[in-house]
C-alpha cells in the first residue's frame, strides 16, 4: 500500500513522474486523485498542461507554474510535501483547490478500496 507522508512516498523519497495509458502524472498521488475525482466521485477533472499560473516565489522572483488538474469546480494541486515556493503558490491563488497529504489519505484508502490493483497501472517513467 502507498504509504502517505512516508519516506517512501514524498518524505525524502523520490516522486517518480509515470504514465496510464496516454496520460502522464508527476505521482502516485496525483493519478489516485484523478481516479477518485473522475471514477469515484463523478467530477471531471484533466490533467493540465496549458494553464500558467503566475506567482512570486520566497526570494522576490516572478515565475510560473503549471496547476496539476482542470475541472469544473477550478483548479486543483496535488502535493506530497509542501516547500516554501508550494506556500507562495498555495498563499497567492486561494482560489487553487490545494490537496496535501492530509487531504490525500482519505482518498488514497478509498481508491484502495475501490480499484485495489492501480498502482499496478502506473508506469513509471524512466
Known sequence: MLEIGSTKA????????GRVGSETFDSKAEYAFWLYMNKIVGTPVRRNHEIKLTYIDENGKKRKWIVDFE????????KG???A???CKRDQHPSVHWYDWEKMRPIIKEVYKRFPNWVSDYLEIP
Not at 514524498?10 to 513522474?17: A, L, N, S, Y
Not at 475541472?71 to 496535488?78: D, M
Open 85 to 87: 515556493t508550494d506556500r
Open 71 to 78: 475541472g469544473p469546480q477550478g483548479l486543483y494541486e496535488v
Open 81 to 83: 510535501r509542501e516547500s
Open 10 to 17: 514524498g518524505q525524502g523519497g523520490k516522486v517518480k513522474k
